[in-house]
Nanobody, 124 residues
């Protein structure tokens, strides 16, 4: 009943930037924590960043800390992932997810809703 749609992926050169968006619709609440995860071919899905929907606390994987920024606009039911200084290792399908705990969890199993993903490819 909650739909998440990612957008903003694409092909960029190393060192470039992209901004991903995740638009939520349906049964949405401001107490949803939101997260970004990514999955490269042949690898497990991994945590990237998370934000508590109402509290504003943010969390990042060590691999992206200092380069990526997660933010939200509750009025637009949208979460963003600003990705700067992109590296080829960032190449993956990026997924937006929502969890009812509202804390911005790092754990995949604590998320209740998932988007379909958007491809990010960083060339070397």
């Amino acid at each position: 009943q909650v739909q998440l749609v990612e957008s903003g992926g694409g092909l960029v050169q190393a060192g470039g930037s992209l901004r991903l968006s995740c638009a939520a619709s349906g049964r949405t609440f401001n107490n949803y924590g939101m997260g970004w995860f990514r999955q490269a071919p042949g690898k497990e899905r991994e945590f990237v960043a998370a934000i508590s929907w109402t509290g504003g606390s943010t969390f990042y994987a060590d691999s992206v800390k200092g380069r990526f920024t997660i933010s939200r606009d509750n009025a637009k039911n949208t979460v963003y992932l600003q990705m700067n200084s992109l590296k080829p290792e960032d190449t993956a399908v990026y997924y937006c997810a929502a969890e009812l705990l509202g804390i911005g969890s790092r754990r995949i199993d604590e998320y209740d809703y998932w988007g379909q993903g958007t491809q990010v490819t960083v060339s070397s």
